[in-house]
């Protein structure tokens, strides 16, 4: 392959960034660090059963930040994705204690989940308010419906609907997992080599030079919500299949995991910019230290905490990039 | 009449990436004059007094005010050191009044602590219109105020802020007569109470209506100053342009074929108004005008993003609309926009991503061809000599011409072009990527290609340019052949003198 590109050599040679340069890089070498640290406290870490479990834990917040992944990519983000799981895995909760036919809640489970994330994306759009700020609205609408509907009850399937959260393919490989990683080649498919995932980096890098170059910005938008939601709506299938309950409250906290896994990821909240592969790492960074955290028997509270300033932490990250090129914080240091 | 020397400026120098847009240029200013700024767009007069208010900084020079040198000047201090520059429609709050906008900052206190003395305040105003004769009611929201009474008012809370020094750019160019009137004879009354105005205008009848001096900039050198009774019009557009011919291209002819685009009766409320020319196949038509006099908004019309109020556009004799940038490309239209970072770039997006971009959107399926972009983008780098690196270096990391021939590139892959729309295609580009610029857009003619360049820079519209349509305040006043036309016939079309 690359021979065949010989030919355009001349002028425009492939780039050669060194691989220390790449967020992703560094993500590794915390994660190899982390994994040594805990291991050597606690030899448990490297069980096979723990592992199994850190990506079977993962797999949900995976296809959540691949979706998101887009979504910033194209300038937007949906901080409602952990109310609109709560509210579509109550949904088919119901359905399922209900003996609903299977085929029926995968539609209902997509469909609400995507109905959901185009309301956030249109209502953006069409009052050309930042998406930040609907998505905050609806995601109050949300988990007040699915409490409206439960009446705050806790829905139990009762072990039905197992096999897509707790089936271990050769007993150790979790299937919500290989769902994830199929859904992350899936997202650097269509990122890299579609049309589509082109047009999501031209709106979120300068919506008003790809609108001049023929790009519909309220079509790509609305289309990386729609995807989002798609992908909420599977979320909650294997969420709910693995955990074999729902309540409005499931989920909620999600939506901040994921951001900050895409944005530690590398992929700026200002847009434009971004690749899976640091959101993989991002996400996978993610469950170990919440894997470490439980090894080294941290209080769960502190859990919480460590998470919360883990996601400042990786925003300060996204503004120091963002800025580092530009030296617009060595200027205002200057000045200071 | 001339008092005490309130600012002077000596030796300024500023530079902007390539292009030195201020060369060594001495100012100075006289307690109540009218010291006015002239020059055609780009000569560096905008630039100048946002050095004096504090919001460019020089690269070289000294600034003395009151006699003072000043170093670091920031805006904050120039207001502290009485230098007002009184903008069109910034530093108002729109959502208070008139009276708290004036006292905005050190408000009249009451004798209950922390509260606004609303009523002292209203008083306090009143009378500080009434010294000025502006007639402005002290309890009306500032929102509901015209662009000229914003401007009275910015000049009264100045004066309420004891400013000696207020600047002006271009005040009246969205002011109706009557407006004009009544600033232009506030001015007058404040230069009669020793203030220092310093006053920028294109338009040269008010210039010589109020100017005690003025000072004539030209491609960031200063002309000259000259005493307003010592000077007449001609002489004074005569020095704003007259340059040397190396600024000039010399373009070969091209074969004219039969008419691909009319305009007819294009008109947008009251921006452009009822616009009608043509452009003839391997034809440059050149659009002049003053910025702001509606160009920009004619041609975003025909590329469709802008919609027009009234109005037809034939594109080889078929109506056409324009009902997104999309469909006039489809059409064959093609557009580089005026700022290129603005409306051009793709920050953070790779050269092939940047070039590629309008052939990916007219290309229909749903996979793109990675070896394809290489291949087509090598192409366009070889045939515009865009410096690059490789493949993956970003599109902000090349320099302002590189950036320009990038995005012109963009456009040369749409294989189903007619007309080619140029807005400003040389701004901020270096002397070697402009010819070659130009060498495109006479091989576009060649190969049949409607061309319209939008321009503000005189050589360029009068080397490049067939004809050349001139625009002023909306209409297209005149469309000339472009034989013996002279800079100085054509700014005065400009200007409308």
């Known amino acids: 392959m690359a021979r065949s590109k010989d030919t355009n050599g001349s002028v425009l040679p492939r780039g050669k960034k060194p691989i220390y340069k790449n967020q992703w890089f560094f993500l590794l070498l915390a994660e190899i660090v982390l994994a040594v640290i805990t291991g050597s ?296 | 009449m001339s008092g005490e020397t309130l600012v002077e400026m000596k030796n300024i120098v500023k530079i902007y990436g390539e292009h030195k847009v201020l060369k060594n240029v001495d100012f100075d200013l006289r307690a109540g004059e009218i010291h006015c700024l002239v020059g055609e767009n780009g000569a560096g007069k905008s630039t100048l007094i946002k050095i004096l208010s504090g919001a460019v900084m020089p690269d070289s020079g000294e600034i003395l005010i009151l006699g003072k040198h000043v170093r670091a000047l920031n805006p904050r201090l120039a207001i502290e050191l009485g230098i007002t520059t009184v903008y069109q429609d910034a530093e108002l709050v729109d959502s208070l009044t008139v009276a708290e906008n004036v006292f905005l900052g050190n408000e009249l206190k009451s004798r209950v602590p922390l509260k606004v003395n609303k009523r002292k305040q209203a008083e306090e105003a009143r009378r500080i219109f009434g010294r000025l004769g502006i007639n402005l009611d002290p309890d009306e929201y500032v929102d509901n105020l015209s662009t000229a009474q914003k401007q009275m008012l910015q000049i009264a809370k100045a004066l309420h802020r004891s400013a000696r020094v207020i600047i002006m750019d271009e005040p009246t160019s969205s002011l109706g007569l009557e407006e004009t009137r009544a600033l232009l004879t506030l001015l007058k009354s404040l230069r009669n109470q020793g203030l220092g105005i310093i006053y920028i205008s294109h338009y040269l009848s008010e210039v010589f209506e109020i100017a005690d001096r003025l000072t004539i900039l030209k491609d960031g050198e200063k002309v000259g100053t000259y005493s307003s009774k010592e000077i007449d019009v001609g002489t004074v557009i005569k020095k704003m342009v007259g340059r040397d011919t190396a600024m000039f291209f010399q373009r070969r002819s091209v074969q004219i074929g039969e008419p691909l685009l009319i305009v007819k009766g294009l008109t947008k409320n009251e921006i452009v108004k009822n616009v009608t020319f043509d452009v003839r196949k391997g034809e440059v038509f050149g ?191 005149i469309i000339l052949e472009n034989r013996d036309v002279t800079e100085e016939q054509l700014i005065r079309l400009f200007i409308g003198v």
Request: proline residues 2%; aromatic residues 8%; positive net charge.
């Open chain 1, 41 to 336: 406290i606690n030899p448990r870490f490297f069980a096979i059963s723990n592992i199994t479990n850190i990506l079977e834990q993962i797999a949900v917040l995976g296809i959540l930040a691949s979706g998101m992944t887009m979504l910033i990519i194209s300038g937007e983000i949906d901080i409602s994705v952990g109310a609109n799981i709560g509210l579509v895995s109550c949904v088919i909760a119901m359905m399922i204690k209900n003996d609903v036919n299977y085929l029926w809640i995968v539609m209902v489970a997509l469909g609400l989940a995507a109905f959901n994330s185009l309301l956030v994306g249109a209502s953006s759009l069409i009052f050309k308010a930042p998406s930040f700020i609907t998505s905050l609205g609806f995601l109050s609408v949300f988990r007040g419906t699915a409490y409206a509907i439960t009446k705050g009850v806790f829905q139990t399937i009762y072990g039905k609907f197992e096999a897509l959260g707790l089936t271990r393919l050769w007993g150790v490989l979790p299937l919500g997992f290989l769902i994830g990683i199929l859904i992350y080649l899936v997202t650097h498919f269509l990122l890299k080599y579609t049309k589509i995932g082109r047009h999501f980096y031209a709106v979120g890098s300068n919506p008003a030079a790809a609108y001049l170059s023929g790009i519909s910005i309220f079509k790509t938008k609305l289309l990386a919500f729609l995807i989002n939601g798609f992908l909420v709506g599977l979320a909650s299938m294997i969420l709910l299949s693995r955990v074999g309950a729902a309540q409005p409250t499931t989920g909620s906290g999600l939506e901040l995991r994921a951001i900050g896994a895409v944005v530690i990821g590398g992929t700026p909240l200002s847009g434009g910019k971004g690749h899976i592969l640091g959101t993989f790492f991002g996400v996978l960074l993610m469950g170990i230290i919440s894997n470490t955290l439980n090894m080294l028997r941290v209080n769960p509270y502190f859990q919480e905490v460590v998470f919360g300033l883990f996601i400042v932490a990786s925003l300060a990250v996204s503004a120091f990039s963002a800025y580092s090129g530009k030296g617009v914080l060595k200027r205002r240091l200057k000045k200071d």
């Open chain 2, 287 to 477: 659009i002049g005008g003053l910025v702001g006099s509606g160009r920009t908004e004619l041609v975003s019309m025909i590329y469709g993003a802008l919609k027009p109020d009234s109005g037809e556009i034939l594109l080889n004799g078929q109506k056409i609309v324009s009902r997104s940038p999309l469909d006039a490309m489809k059409k064959g239209i093609c557009f580089v926009s005026e700022d290129r970072k603005k409306y051009g770039i793709l920050p953070g997006r790779n050269l092939v991503e940047n070039i590629m971009v309008v052939k990916n959107n007219l290309s229909k399926g749903f996979f793109l061809n990675l070896n394809e972009e290489v291949a087509l983008s090598s192409q366009m780098v070889r045939k515009l000599s865009i410096a690059v690196t490789d493949r993956d270096q970003l599109i902000e990391e090349l320099s302002g011409g590189n950036q320009q021939k990038t995005i012109i590139g963009r456009w040369l892959l749409n294989t189903d072009a007619k007309l080619f729309i140029f807005d400003e295609p040389t701004k901020g580009v270096d002397i070697g990527a402009r010819e070659q610029i130009y060498e495109i857009i006479l091989e576009l003619a060649e190969r049949g290609k409607g061309i319209i360049m939008v321009s503000s820079d005189m050589p360029e519209l009068l080397s490049m340019s067939d004809r050349i349509g001139v625009m002023r305040n909306g209409e297209m006043k």
